[in-house]
């Protein structure tokens, strides 16, 4: 059964590629990967940080974070939201 | 068609999880990974550099890098090699 995936972004030029590019690319089979975008979902920030995020783009695996590049920090998407 | 992907580690804890739970996530629809451990092979140094990786573990994609968390430098693996 797929497990659940979240990228957290914050609509920046690294943001996008990596959503296009790797995000898209997981296995479905593995993963249903859900697309939040904090600036304009600011009441997700809180859960994104819990998960250990501390800038975006990142993806969130079973709980886990991995960020992938650097877009912006948290604080900085904090700031814009 | 399957595209390549190389993923570039040097063995770290950090490398070895983002190995197992995203590299090994990719849909093998759209990608055929390939493991590279740039400790045991410093002769493909220079091609991740080329491809812009700075650190590892790094996955590129289409020759597009996105470094995964952070476990060592280049530089680093270099001195290591």
Redesign the interface.
């Known amino acids: 059964m797929a497990q659940k995936?979240v990228f957290y972004h914050a609509g920046c030029a690294v943001c996008v590629?990596?959503e296009q590019?790797?995000a898209h690319?997981?296995?479905?089979a593995?993963?249903a990967v859900e697309i939040v975008h904090l600036g304009q979902q600011a009441n997700r920030i809180a859960e994104a940080e819990a998960a250990g995020v501390i800038s975006v783009p990142a993806?969130v695996?079973?709980g886990?974070?991995?960020?992938?590049?650097?877009g912006a920090s948290l604080a900085e998407v904090k700031g814009a939201a």
Not at 25 to 28: D, K, Q, S, V
């Open positions: 995936a590629d990596a590019r790797l690319a997981l296995n479905p593995d993963y993806l695996l079973d886990h974070p991995y960020h992938i590049n650097y």
